[in-house]
């Protein structure tokens, strides 16, 4: 069956260091990935989509890499600030192009001062 | 533009009442997904519709659950006679209609609690 793993440790990093989140993936074959942040008691917020065939994408602080063969992606984000502090989700997107996303548990984030 | 709205945010039923979950998509937005997420899981796919169509309810349980999206009004997930293993955070997303990867844009959910 399909599986996504996260770390399920929260990461704990310093103000200003670069925050790195594993997604790995088993049995599964996304046409794309997504990474989504989500606050306690809130929805999850879409932040980076990368494609199949794409190695890497960036917006602002945060930089996605994809690697297919390994199956896996990396999420990172430059210049922690404690606003940063939530849970980030990977999200595995089919070859249909629809949402019907395939999620991992996630790994909580805690950037102190 | 108003972006996904879910109501009520918390629910409490009773064991064997019924619950009544609603969602409507952001303007514009035809295609509407269900997830739910319970304590310490991920989340996981229920189903997907569009206007009047039930795509995919792969991850729907077979019993107690349906959902719909009609023509007017938002889309509503019903699960019937609950049971405390229905206690949940029920997401809804929805995206445009357009096929291609595109990104899916979460409710605030709706929190159930069975009692």
């Known amino acids: 069956s399909q599986k996504i793993e996260q770390n399920s440790e929260a990461l704990n990093i310093q103000e200003g260091k670069t925050a790195t989140l594993t997604c790995n993936y088993t049995?599964?074959?996304?046409?794309?990935l997504q990474w989504y942040r989500q606050d306690p008691g809130r929805g999850p917020v879409f932040l980076l989509l990368?494609?199949?065939?794409?190695k890497e994408k960036r917006k602002e602080r945060l930089k996605v890499t994809f690697d297919t063969t390994l199956k896996q992606s990396l999420f990172h984000i430059t210049a922690s600030q404690p606003a940063d502090s939530a849970t980030y989700l990977c999200?595995?997107?089919?070859?249909?192009?629809?949402?019907?996303?395939?999620f991992g548990k996630g790994t909580m984030l805690l950037v102190s001062p | 533009n108003a972006g996904v709205m879910q109501n009520p945010r918390h629910l409490v039923r009773r064991r064997g009442q019924e619950a009544r979950l609603r969602c409507s998509p952001m303007?514009?937005?035809?295609?509407v997904y269900w997830y739910r997420q319970l304590p310490e899981e991920g989340l996981k796919f229920m189903v997907y519709?569009?206007?009047?169509?039930?795509?995919?309810e792969s991850g729907m349980p077979k019993e107690r659950f349906s959902a719909e999206f009609p023509k007017e009004g938002p889309s509503i997930l019903r699960i019937q006679q609950v049971v405390r293993g229905d206690s949940a955070a029920y997401f809804c997303?929805?995206?445009?209609?357009?096929?291609?990867?595109?990104?899916?844009?979460f409710g605030q959910g709706t929190r159930l609690t069975v009692v």
């Open positions: 997303a929805s995206s445009p209609p357009v096929q291609g990867n595109t990104e899916a844009f």
């Open positions: 049995n599964y074959s996304p046409a794309y």
């Open positions: 990368i494609r199949e065939n794409e």
């Open positions: 999200a595995l997107g089919p070859n249909s192009g629809y949402s019907t996303l395939t």
């Open positions: 303007k514009g937005h035809s295609h």
């Open positions: 519709l569009q206007k009047e169509n039930i795509i995919d």
